[in-house]
C-alpha cells in the first residue's frame, strides 16, 4: 500500500513539474515582445479565465457560456443514450430487425458529424433544436454501434443455460441481453461523449451566439488571442471532466465484471 | 466454431429480402414526401433523391455555383487530410511508442498530454488561423494534431502491453534493451499502432470537413457551407455523400494494409 502510495506521488509531482516547467517556457517567450503580440503569456490567459467569471465575455459572464454549452450537450446525449441503446440492443438481438434496420444505419454512418452541421441548421434553424440535433448525431453512432456488438456477442452458454431454464422472450431480453451488453455499452458511451463534446462545440464555432466554441470563434473574429486561449482551456478542462464522470459511472455500472475479472 | 458460423449466415441470407427492402422503402419514402404525389416538402427543405442524384452527377462537370467542380473540392480536402495525418502519424507513433517504452518519460508527458487530449482538434482551427492565415498551413496543422492523439494513445497501450514472457526471453538470449525494443515490442504493437492509424483517419477526415467550414476558399466542408448560406440542399446532401464514400474508402484501404502487415497472423 506505502509502495503504491509512493508511486502515486511520484506520478503527481512529475506531473506538476511538467506543467510547471511548460508554464515556465511559456512566461519567458512572452517576455519577448514580438512574442507577445500575437501569443499572450500564461498569465495574462489565467487572469483572464479567472475575471471572465465576474466580467463577462460578450454580453454573459463564463459560467452562462459553460452552463449553456453544458445543456446543450446533455440534452443531445441524454437523447442519444436513451435512443441509441435501445436501437443498438434491440438490433443486435433481434436477426429480423436487424436485417431491416442496418442497411440504414449504415448508409448513414460513414457520414462525419461535422458535416451534419450545415443540413441541420437549414432544417432547425440556428436556435438549441440545431445544436441538440447535432450532438445526437454525434453521440448517437458510436452508442448504437457499441450496444450492437454488445448484444451480438452476448455468451452463448448463458443465452442457451437460460433457454433450457425456461426463460421466455422477454425475460431472455431484459434480463440476459441487457445485463451482458452492459460493458460493451459503457465502451460506447465512453466514446459517445467524446464525440459529443466535439460536436457541441464545432457547432458553436460555425453559427452561435454563446457557449464556450462561441467564445474561441469571437477571438479569432476580434483579434484577441488570449480569448481564444481561454476558450480552448475552459474546452479542455469541462471535456476532461466530462470523460472522467462517465468513467466513474462505468466502474459503478460494471463493478460486477471487473470483479469477475 | 465454422458450422455455427455457416449456420448464422445461412439464417441472415433468409432476411435479406428485409435489408433490401428496408432501402426501398427508405428512398420510396423520400421520394414520395418531396418529388412524388405527396410533395409537401419545399425543395430548399430537403430535395429528392433524384433531384440529389442528378446534383451529384452535375456537379463533377458543372462548376456553378460556387467555381470549382467537385473533383476540385474534393481534391483540396483529401490533398490536407492525407498530409496532416501523416504528420500526425509521423509524431504521434514514435512518441508513443517513446512514452510506453520508458516509463520516466511517460510520468513527465502523459499529464500534459492528458490534458490536450479531451480538446476536439476543430477547437484548435481559429488559434492556427490567426496564427497563419486561412492558407492551408492552419489546417494541416490541426488535422496533424487532431491524428495525433489516437495514434499516441494507441502505440502508447501497444507497446505498454508487450508480453513479459517475450521481454524474459530476449533478455535470457543477451537482447540489448534496443533490441528488445525493436524487435519485441514494436512488431508485438503493431495490431494497436494499426487501430490507432485507423481511428486517427477518421477523425482527421471529420476535422477537416470542419476546419473548411471555418476558413477556406475550396474543399467539401467549404462547398456544403457554402451551399447552406444560398440554399442549395442538393448540392449540402450530394457533397455528404462524397465525404461518406470518401471516408469509406479511407478507411478500407487501411484495412487493406492492416491485413496485408499482419499476414503472419494474430499475435
Same mark, same amino acid.
Given at each position: 500500500m506505502t509502495l503504491r502510495k509512493a508511486k502515486l506521488w511520484q506520478k503527481v509531482t512529475a506531473g506538476v513539474i511538467s506543467f510547471a516547467v511548460l508554464i515556465f517556457i511559456w512566461h519567458i517567450a512572452s517576455l519577448d515582445s514580438t512574442f507577445r503580440q500575437v501569443?499572450?503569456?500564461? #498569465?495574462?490567459?489565467?487572469?483572464?479565465?479567472?475575471?471572465?467569471?465576474?466580467?463577462?465575455?460578450?454580453?454573459?459572464?463564463?459560467?452562462y457560456h459553460i452552463l449553456i454549452t453544458l445543456s446543450r450537450w446533455a440534452v443531445g446525449f441524454v437523447a442519444a443514450t436513451v435512443l441509441g441503446i435501445t436501437l443498438g440492443l434491440t438490433m443486435g438481438w433481434y436477426p429480423k430487425f436487424e436485417s431491416f434496420m442496418r442497411p440504414l444505419f449504415e448508409l448513414i454512418r460513414p457520414i462525419p458529424t461535422l458535416a451534419w452541421i450545415p443540413l441541420v441548421i437549414l432544417w432547425c434553424g440556428i436556435g438549441e433544436m440545431a445544436k441538440?440535433?447535432?450532438? #445526437?448525431?454525434?453521440?448517437?453512432?458510436?452508442?448504437?454501434?457499441?450496444?450492437?456488438?454488445?448484444?451480438?456477442?452476448?455468451?452463448?452458454?448463458?443465452?442457451?443455460?437460460? &433457454?433450457?431454464?425456461?426463460?421466455?422472450?422477454?425475460?431472455?431480453? #431484459?434480463?440476459?441481453?441487457?445485463?451482458?451488453?452492459?460493458?460493451?455499452?459503457?465502451?460506447?458511451?465512453?466514446?459517445?461523449?467524446?464525440?459529443?463534446?466535439?460536436?457541441?462545440?464545432?457547432?458553436?464555432?460555425?453559427?452561435?451566439?454563446?457557449?464556450?466554441?462561441?467564445?474561441?470563434?469571437?477571438?479569432?473574429?476580434?483579434?484577441?488571442?488570449?480569448?481564444?486561449?481561454?476558450?480552448?482551456?475552459?474546452?479542455?478542462?469541462?471535456?476532461?471532466?466530462?470523460?472522467?464522470?462517465? &468513467?466513474?459511472?462505468?466502474?459503478?455500472?460494471?463493478?460486477?465484471?471487473? &470483479?469477475? &475479472? | 466454431m465454422p458450422s455455427a458460423k455457416a449456420k448464422k449466415s445461412k439464417k441472415n441470407q433468409s432476411y435479406i429480402w428485409l435489408s433490401i427492402l428496408s432501402l426501398i422503402l427508405f428512398f420510396f419514402i423520400w421520394w414520395l414526401f418531396t418529388e412524388g404525389s405527396l410533395g409537401t416538402i419545399k425543395e430548399n427543405v430537403l430535395p429528392g433523391p433524384i433531384r440529389v442524384f442528378k446534383t451529384l452527377i452535375m456537379k463533377f462537370s458543372n462548376k456553378?455555383?460556387?467555381?470549382?467542380?467537385?473533383?476540385?473540392?474534393?481534391?483540396?480536402?483529401?490533398?490536407?487530410?492525407? =498530409?496532416?495525418?501523416?504528420?500526425?502519424?509521423?509524431?504521434?507513433?514514435?512518441? $508513443?511508442?517513446?512514452?510506453?517504452?520508458?516509463?520516466?518519460?511517460?510520468? *513527465? =508527458?502523459?499529464?500534459?498530454?492528458? *490534458?490536450?487530449?479531451? =480538446?476536439? $482538434?476543430?477547437?484548435?482551427?481559429?488559434?492556427?488561423?490567426?496564427?497563419?492565415? =486561412? $492558407?492551408? @498551413?492552419?489546417?494541416?496543422?490541426?488535422? %496533424?494534431? %487532431?491524428?495525433?492523439?489516437?495514434?499516441?494513445?494507441?502505440?502508447?497501450?501497444?507497446?505498454?502491453?508487450?508480453?513479459?514472457?517475450?521481454?524474459?526471453?530476449?533478455?535470457?538470449?543477451g537482447a540489448s534493451k534496443f533490441e528488445i525494443l525493436y524487435k519485441i515490442a514494436i512488431p508485438s504493437a503493431?495490431?494497436?499502432?494499426?487501430?490507432? @492509424?485507423?481511428?486517427?483517419? $477518421?477523425?482527421?477526415?471529420?476535422?477537416?470537413?470542419? %476546419?473548411?467550414?471555418?476558413?477556406?476558399? %475550396?474543399?467539401l466542408g467549404y462547398l456544403i457551407n457554402l451551399c447552406r448560406g444560398i440554399y442549395r440542399p442538393d448540392i449540402i446532401i450530394a457533397a455528404m455523400i462524397c465525404v461518406g464514400i470518401i471516408g469509406a474508402i479511407l478507411g478500407y484501404a487501411l484495412t487493406l494494409l492492416e491485413r496485408q502487415l499482419m499476414k503472419g497472423g494474430r499475435w
Open positions: 501569443m499572450p503569456g500564461p #498569465f495574462t490567459v489565467l487572469g483572464k479565465f479567472f475575471s471572465s467569471f465576474a466580467e463577462g465575455i460578450g454580453k454573459h459572464v463564463m459560467i441538440y440535433t447535432l450532438v #445526437f448525431i454525434g453521440a448517437f453512432m458510436s452508442i448504437v454501434q457499441n450496444a450492437y456488438h454488445g448484444a451480438k456477442s452476448v455468451d452463448r452458454t448463458i443465452v442457451d443455460a437460460a &433457454r433450457m431454464l425456461g426463460c421466455n422472450d422477454r425475460q431472455m431480453f #431484459f434480463t440476459i441481453v441487457i445485463p451482458a451488453s452492459v460493458p460493451a455499452i459503457s465502451a460506447g458511451l465512453q466514446i459517445g461523449v467524446a464525440s459529443a463534446w466535439s460536436s457541441v462545440v464545432a457547432a458553436e464555432l460555425v453559427r452561435s451566439s454563446s457557449g464556450v466554441g462561441w467564445i474561441v470563434v469571437t477571438g479569432q473574429q476580434s483579434n484577441n488571442m488570449t480569448q481564444i486561449l481561454v476558450g480552448i482551456l475552459v474546452i479542455a478542462v469541462i471535456g476532461l471532466l466530462l470523460a472522467l464522470l462517465i &468513467r466513474k459511472v462505468e466502474d459503478i455500472l460494471c463493478r460486477w465484471n471487473k &470483479r469477475g &475479472r | 456553378n455555383p460556387d467555381g470549382a467542380t467537385m473533383q476540385v473540392h474534393l481534391w483540396a480536402s483529401l490533398k490536407i487530410t492525407l =498530409i496532416g495525418y501523416l504528420f500526425g502519424c509521423l509524431v504521434g507513433i514514435p512518441l $508513443g511508442i517513446f512514452m510506453g517504452w520508458y516509463e520516466k518519460a511517460d510520468m *513527465f =508527458i502523459n499529464p500534459i498530454f492528458d *490534458f490536450i487530449r479531451p =480538446i476536439p $482538434g476543430i477547437a484548435w482551427t481559429p488559434l492556427f488561423i490567426l496564427l497563419f492565415g =486561412i $492558407g492551408m @498551413m492552419p489546417k494541416v496543422i490541426v488535422i %496533424a494534431l %487532431a491524428t495525433f492523439g489516437p495514434a499516441l494513445v494507441n502505440t502508447y497501450t501497444g507497446i505498454r502491453q508487450t508480453k513479459e514472457v517475450h521481454i524474459w526471453v530476449g533478455q535470457t538470449f503493431i495490431p494497436f499502432v494499426l487501430t490507432g @492509424m485507423r481511428v486517427g483517419l $477518421g477523425v482527421a477526415w471529420s476535422t477537416i470537413i470542419g %476546419a473548411e467550414m471555418l476558413a477556406a476558399t %475550396a474543399g
